[in-house]
């Protein structure tokens, strides 16, 4: 054959050869080979991606990397990131970049032979952004991110984490949303719609009821349909109707006897079937047991890969273990996700998002989410100096650890917050703090994703506090430090307040108070802590949870008055740990190993207490405010909820406004009532009215009750409350279906 021919047929080939982006993904996928069909549904481990800690003891199944047989297969192209895909150069196929994670993208912010920094925004964390109640406030942090991602060179943001806070002491609740999972699930459908409005994709995880660390990689949780599909399934079922994330990331935990990411009728009946799914589906990092049965589940893509899973896939194609056709199946879920891709769109990746600008979107969301528990009218605090207690205040935190952290630039300290809004400190007592952090973290590891060193409350003289109590006012920060990979304790200094924190605020509220002095206190937690009988010696308690690297300008800007407090709670604070339902089984359900039985069912939270009459310290769904609101003329108009909502008070002010539903049907193990809308409110100028109208979802009928043959609405006469919190039913209204 003479060479231009050869040379003529050689291009006619490669020219007939589809490429991703041009041509069908059937097309694609059937040129594909089955190395490179495998190559596709497994990521390429990189040195970079560490594996996440887990309990002493725990079986941590297949090929973590850090054993003798893992090796690296890449590196990260975007040094940091969490993980990438395999390229297929032939097929136009690139391998896309993942990063973490919910409170902003984490990459890493030097990198070799390169002066350039490449530093991400800080934004507040879950429970804050839940907070707000405000879905545009968070389709606004969400774009935000999202266009950090796009501008990094990642593809897809691991996030948002949308688990049901069951409990208090869940180590991540800090990333989750609600106790609630309609408030989870529009939260999160607004963060969905936000990142990817950048074309880039998000992964939303951990799918499902990854309510806890402890033995989270093998955890068995045995959980009744019923609370599956109302409580732990619904938001989900939001999320993907709303804003159809690109992935969906399956949770290392069992369900009742199955791994999530083994479990057909989670991932396929559910998710894809009867949901209408249309992303792909990954495992959560190193969630690994059995890839045959991942792949036959629909857990499309294994994350961030291994060899032995390469070759175990390899095997059980080749053996008939392993239909091609399933393997076809799940490569076809991810071309057709990565065909989106900036990458395959050829984006040209310049580093240059506007952080000043994200800043300030950061800093406007956290004061949104902030929430005032208790204020005997010490707030807004008008006098100008301020002894400033707590390390807290002087070493804020911004978010947790672990997939939650974020390579910031800088983070704002309360004490310069403070400053920036007119107020003097007691030099004193803040130089006292400084050096004492100083030193003290000097004996630490330094700061990093997975570890966040705190130093142990400084012990603060009565001297100390007598001297300080010159000032017109005292500020408590009290903080706690949580993250993935382990869960909180009932102890002191965790979920109870330590014996030094308690002494703090009983010396330094006597002294102040002996003077006139209001004592403030600023709390500084991604989940609830116990505050039974703090609000009986302090003047005010602001939760700022964990509000961003704008941390202590966002609470300058609550305490002066700034921006008036509209944050209301998306979780119940209890008076005591074990009027939780949940606490009796947490972690592991007494006598069994490696299980936990959600015995509670669908009495979590809100449910659980409006139902047994027990009270909480602050319910779900309240906050105070600098303002007051008055509820009128509530009704229902065809499938609308209206009411009218006025300011009464003397300053601008943002109300939310909460919808709740009594079911008919008088079942006891139901519960009263139930979350069904909400909306917040413009900012009201005094006297103002604002008319709140919002039509009952369409995406799930929140009216509908799971039973045996499936979601029902049961005939009957509904009553819905316009309500300022799920323990403050205002209005009332029903309606007969």
Known sequence: MKTDVLIAMILMAVSCTPKLGDSPVEKIVGQMSVDEKVRTVVGTFTQTATPPPVAPGVNNRADYPGSKEATALSKNQVPGAAGDGFPIERLGIPAIVYADGPAGLRIDPRRENDSTTYYCTAFPGGTLLSSTWDTEIVKEVGAAIGDEVLRYGVDVLLAPGMNIQRNPLTGRNFEYYSEDPLLSGLTAAAYVNGVQSNGVGTSVKHFAANNQELYRNGINEIISERALRELYLRGFELVTKLAQPWTVMSSYNKINGTYASENKWLLTDILRDEWGYQGFIMTDWFGADDPVLQMEAGNDLLMPGTPNQIEELKEAVASGRLSEDVLDRNVKHILEVLAKTPRVKGYAYK???????????????????????????????????????????????????????????????????????????????????????????????????????????????????????????????????????????????????????????????????????????????????????????????????????????????????????????????????????????????????????????????????????????????????????????????????????????????????????????????????????????????????????????????????????????????????????????????????
């Open 351 to 737: 580093n240059d998002p506007d952080l000043f600008a994200h800043a300030i979107i950061s800093l406007n969301a956290a004061t949104e989410g902030m929430v005032l528990l208790h204020n005997n009218g010490a707030l807004p605090l008008e006098t100008k100096t301020v002894a400033l207690f707590g390390n807290y205040g002087y070493d804020i935190q911004p978010g947790g650890s672990g997939s939650g952290y974020v390579n910031r630039a800088y983070k704002i300290n309360l004490d310069k917050g403070l400053a920036g809004a007119g107020y003097t400190l007691d030099k004193d007592l803040a130089a006292a703090y400084k050096n004492y952090i100083a030193e003290e973290k000097a004996k630490l590891p330094e700061e990093y994703f997975w570890v966040i060193p705190t130093v142990e409350e400084m012990s603060v003289s009565n001297e100390m506090i007598r001297s300080a109590s010159s000032s017109d006012a005292a500020i408590i920060t009290i903080g706690r430090m949580s993250g993935e990979g382990g869960d909180r304790s009932e102890a002191k200094g965790d979920y109870l307040l330590s014996d030094q924190e308690q002494s703090l605020v009983k010396r330094v509220s006597k002294e102040f108070h002996s003077k006139g002095k209001p004592v403030i206190v600023v709390l500084n937690i991604g989940a609830p802590v116990e505050l039974t009988g703090l609000e009986n010696q302090v003047d005010a308690i602001l939760l700022a949870w964990l509000p961003g690297q704008e941390a202590g300008s966002a609470i300058a800007d609550i305490v002066s008055g700034t921006v008036n407090p509209s944050g209301k709670l998306p979780v119940s604070f209890a008076k005591n740990y074990h009027d939780i339902p949940s606490s009796k089984n947490f972690g592991l359900s007494s006598g069994e190993i490696n299980t936990v039985r959600y015995e509670e069912d669908l009495m979590v939270g809100y449910r659980y207490f409006t139902t047994a009459g027990v009270k909480p310290l602050y319910p779900f769904g309240f906050g105070l405010s600098y303002t007051t609101f008055e509820y009128s003329d509530f009704r229902i108009e065809d499938n609308t909820l209206c009411v009218k909502v006025k300011n009464t008070g003397l300053r601008p002010g943002r109300e939310v406004v909460q919808f709740y539903v009594e079911k008919p049907g008088g079942d006891s193990t139901r519960p009263k009532y139930e979350l069904c809308a909400f909306s917040k409110t413009k900012l009201l100028s005094p006297g103002e009215t604002a008319d709140v109208m919002v039509k009952l979802e369409t995406a799930i009928n929140p009216l509908e009750q799971w039973t045996d043959s499936g979601w029902s609405l049961v005939p009957g006469t509904y009553r819905f409350w316009a309500a300022a919190s799920s323990e403050n039913l205002i209005l009332n209204t029903n309606k007969t279906y």
